[in-house]
């Protein structure tokens, strides 16, 4: 069983930036995808946008509207996946979460942690 748990979240002026953090227990397949999704008023969880992802290998890739201010990494000492966002603006405000996903394709969610970009 795989627990998530973010942290991080605020509010930003627009221009600003936040760091999210989601801490990550349990046993991790040896092929896995960690990403960050966010949900809007409305929306439901499971249909949000995928924002950025980092696989086990380490490669990532990014939402065109979030990429070049937006940097996703791991720690993998401190297993602890981070969304460092940069240049906020007020559409990317949403509920961030943290999703795993391994080898059965299963997600496990975290439980969200709001942003709120506004002046």
């Known amino acids: 069983q795989v627990q998530l748990v973010e942290s991080g979240g605020g509010l930003v002026q627009p221009g600003g930036s936040l760091n999210l953090s989601c801490t990550i227990s349990g046993t991790l397949h040896s092929m896995y995808s960690l990403s960050w999704y966010r949900q809007t008023p409305g929306e439901q969880r499971e249909l949000s946008d995928m924002?950025?992802?980092?696989?086990?290998?380490?490669?990532?890739n990014y939402r065109d509207s979030v990429g070049g201010r937006f940097t996703i990494a791991r720690d993998n000492v401190k297993n602890i996946l981070h969304l460092h966002m940069n240049n906020l603006k007020p559409e990317d405000s949403a509920v961030y979460y943290c999703?795993?996903?391994?080898?059965?394709?299963?997600?496990?969610w975290g439980q969200g942690t709001q942003v709120t970009v506004s002046a």
């Open positions: 999703v795993y996903t391994g080898e059965d394709d299963r997600d496990y």
């Open positions: 924002v950025a992802v980092i696989w086990n290998t380490g490669r990532t």
